[in-house]
């Protein structure tokens, strides 16, 4: 071995020994617990992949209306599982998806103090313009979450008007705790409907996020307004009873051509309007639709629940 060598050999082993003495022994160390493996993600149950789900349902949030094809039957007993399954993954779509969104429900503000409402939570756009949202709730939020109301304003002039009535009315009803949606329509008078498929795009779009909400008690949604909002209530709980536990118009009565009152078999109806309010033949029309309930009710016992 030469002299340089053995040089460096020396310095090598005497850093080895030096390190040594400064470092503690691994047998005065914690020992290191090995890490549990980490489960893969599911990417498929039920014969159904989670990311073919998931663009089917991306698509058809934007209007696709493909079928959805799988060469798999699911199993009667794994009904319930799948079910919920796919439910998660809608929801996962739901929340991802481009558009507007259903701002916080939080207590920034409450009910009974509006004079302090300056801004809206969100504006929602329509074809005619700007559509101002209130989004706000009474008292403490249940376990099943709140129920949740869309509260539509009439057709007077000033939208801003007939607006702040609906946030002052809502204060009045005996209804905690619940949560309210009340939109402002972009114009007053006759610009002021709320049955146009423009706004029922909107309306969809508020159900399929109450829906996936843990705020929301989806058992417990309802529609109501007053006036116009009156008529669009009606129509639209015909149009949409399979998402409604109840609607309750105030001051209306709509022609039934518009709205068929069979589609309310289990829809809690509820329609009050004033017995001298002879504009548009509101009573009379009010009066149309509570005999015809009562019809449809003595036919078919335990449906058509109603107080008109």
Request: charged share 20%.
């Amino acid at each position: 071995m030469n002299q340089r060598y053995f040089k460096i050999a020396y310095l090598c082993a005497s850093a080895c020994l030096t390190m040594a003495a400064c470092t503690p022994s691994h047998d005065d160390e914690p020992p290191v617990a090995p890490q549990e493996p980490t489960a893969p993600p599911v990417t498929s149950q039920f014969g159904l992949e989670r990311q073919d789900v998931l663009d089917y349902f991306s698509n058809a949030l934007k209007g696709t209306t493909d079928p959805f094809d799988t060469a798999e039957a699911i199993a009667p007993e794994d009904i319930d599982k799948a079910q919920a399954y796919v439910w998660d993954l809608w929801a996962t779509s739901v929340r991802r998806a481009q558009g507007e969104k259903l701002p916080t429900l939080s207590s920034h503000y409450k009910l009974d103090n509006w004079d302090d409402i300056t801004t809206p939570d969100a504006i929602w756009k329509v074809p005619e313009g700007n559509m101002n949202i209130f989004y706000g709730s009474k008292d403490t939020r249940p376990a099943d979450g709140y129920p949740l109301f869309l509260f539509l304003h009439g057709s007077s002039s000033d939208a801003q008007g007939d607006w702040t009535a609906c946030l002052y009315w809502t204060q009045t009803f005996s209804d905690g705790p619940s949560a309210y949606f009340i939109p402002k329509s972009p114009q007053g008078g006759t610009g002021t409907r709320w049955f146009q498929p423009s706004k029922q795009e909107k309306w969809e779009q508020l159900l399929r996020q109450a829906l996936v909400s843990d705020k929301i008690n989806p058992n417990k949604i309802y529609f109501a307004g007053i006036s116009e909002g009156a008529y669009g209530s009606q129509m639209l709980a015909s149009f949409y009873a399979d998402y409604l536990a109840g609607a309750g118009p105030i001051a209306g009565g709509q022609l039934l051509s518009d709205c068929p009152p069979e589609n309310l078999a289990n829809v809690a109806f509820s329609l009050q309007t004033g017995e001298l309010d002879t504009n548009y033949g509101r009573n009379l029309l009010t009066q149309k639709v509570n005999d015809q309930l009562n019809d449809l009710q003595a036919a078919h016992p335990g449906y058509y629940t109603h107080l008109v």
